[in-house]
């Protein structure tokens, strides 16, 4: 049942994979589903290391990006309720409050780095197809 489970979580982060090329293909494109899907599925399978550094490197710089909107923040927020003589005086116990504007603040930093995971993917699948469109070297000195 374990074997089944992983299994199918593979296999879903795969098609989801999939499927988001496939959206930044019809919108690069204009091609239809299944055409952008072929397309995307040839342009993984044609460039696996390269994809996967990228992937890699920019799951990193999302996490360290939502990390420090988070801790920023929450920090900015413990200098508010320290330093604010009108706020100190309310607040008892101010870790409650600091974990549950990390939390917060945290959730709202996600749903704002998948625009740029999803930037920076569309950036990289236009370097792979410009790359093999024009079957040239990027930069060729004069």
Not at 30 to 42: E, P, R, T, V
């Amino acid at each position: 049942m374990n074997f089944l489970r992983c299994f199918l979580a593979c296999l879903e982060k795969i098609v989801s994979c999939l499927n988001r090329n496939a959206y930044i293909l019809i919108a690069l494109t204009g091609k239809g589903f299944c055409a952008a899907s072929s397309d995307a599925l040839a342009m993984i399978s044609a460039n696996p290391i390269r994809y996967g550094i990228v992937t890699g490197i920019g799951e990193i710089l999302m996490l360290l990006g939502k990390l420090i909107i988070a801790g920023a923040t929450t920090g900015l927020f413990y200098v508010l309720i320290t330093f604010v003589q009108s706020i100190k005086e309310n607040v008892l116990e101010p870790i409650f409050l600091l974990i549950l504007v990390f939390i917060v603040s945290y959730a709202i930093a996600v749903i704002f780095m998948v625009i740029y995971s999803v930037a920076m993917e569309t950036i990289f699948a236009c370097f792979i197809i410009d790359e093999t469109t024009n079957k040239r070297a990027i930069y060729a000195p004069p």
